[in-house]
């Protein structure tokens, strides 16, 4: 038994998916159709930066978006017995192509107009970012009740791996958790380079902007269920597809719950399909005992499997 994982909002590099689209007609395809869809040279960006520019929020998500349906589209009839899939924040919308519940080009746009709405609401609500490493769950949430202070809030905003958690708040709040954090025993506290507090009650105005939007576009019924970043829990219904990606803006990436899910619910194989590696080296520090395999670059798509049954 498989399941799909999409990588998320920092895994882009600048030449992704150029070599896919060199050697695979569909790839090439897939970014043709992002850059008519959106009206912009996405497959520039991606493949040519400059770094700025394709890390820009409004550029970044629909490129990885585009590079994880690419990838899909390309290994698909080598996937085996796919029955669930999952992807870290923007990811998810990538899950939700793989399985139907959204067309690509209605994704490709939403996830354009998510990360400008993203970008706003951190234009006009400073916030920013920090990971924290060493820390329990609990403890990481404690540092942050304590971190808050009126109306400077804090809170956890990706639970990565047992471990590693990330948090996500004003700028002063972040500060005092960090500080609170090497006090509680944290191996290390580090700020992170991002734009704005993502998923955190800063992207309020973000999360408006994107229901708007989506209530704009046709969700379908998966052709299996999608792990919600807010639930943990696999999503079948439609509805309940589109109210989970709004309400993700706000809510942690309960990641390493997510993976606890798909384990047990039979889970054997795991195949992240985008640039880079990072779920795969998440699912590592989860559970030791499940296997996973990226599949990002013309190379790996190469020597992927001619099956990949569990």
Not at 93 to 106: I, Y
Request: aromatic share 6%; hydrophobic share 45%; net charge negative.
């Amino acid at each position: 038994m498989v399941a799909l994982l999409f990588p998320g909002q920092g895994s882009q590099v600048v030449g992704m998916g150029r070599d896919l689209a060199d050697e695979y007609p569909e790839a090439r395809r897939t970014f043709e159709e992002a850059d008519d869809t959106l009206g912009v040279d996405l497959s520039r960006i991606a493949w040519d930066g400059p770094e700025d520019e394709l890390t820009a929020t409004l550029n970044a998500q629909p490129a990885l978006l585009t590079h994880s349906v690419a990838v899909h589209r390309v290994v698909a009839d080598r996937l085996g017995e796919v029955r669930y899939a999952a992807g870290h924040s923007l990811g998810e919308f990538s899950a939700h192509v793989a399985a139907g519940t959204l067309t690509f080009a209605d994704a490709v746009r939403a996830v354009r107009r998510r990360g400008e709405l993203m970008y706003r609401s951190g234009t006009e609500r400073p916030g920013t970012m920090a990971a924290l490493l060493g820390l329990d769950d609990a403890s990481a949430e404690r540092v942050c009740r304590d971190a808050t202070n009126g109306s400077e809030v804090v809170v956890p905003a990706n639970f990565n791996s047992p471990g590693q958690i990330v948090i996500s708040g004003d700028v002063p709040a972040i500060e005092r958790a960090m500080a609170l954090a090497k006090e509680a025993g944290a191996r290390r506290a580090l700020p992170l380079n991002v734009s704005g507090a993502f998923h955190s009650p800063l992207m309020a105005d973000a999360e408006a902007g994107l229901r708007e939007f989506l209530d704009g576009i046709e969700f379908a019924a998966p052709a299996y269920p999608v792990v919600s970043n807010v639930t943990a829990q696999p999503v079948e219904d439609p509805a309940e597809a589109r109210r989970l990606l709004v309400r993700q803006l706000t809510s942690p990436v309960r990641w390493t719950a997510s993976m606890q899910t798909l384990i047990g619910l039979g889970v054997e194989r795991f195949v992240e399909l985008g640039p880079g590696n990072v779920l795969t080296g998440l699912l590592k520090r989860i559970d030791k005992g499940v296997g996973g395999q990226a599949v990002g670059s013309a190379e790996d798509a190469r020597s992927f499997g001619t099956k990949a049954e569990a």
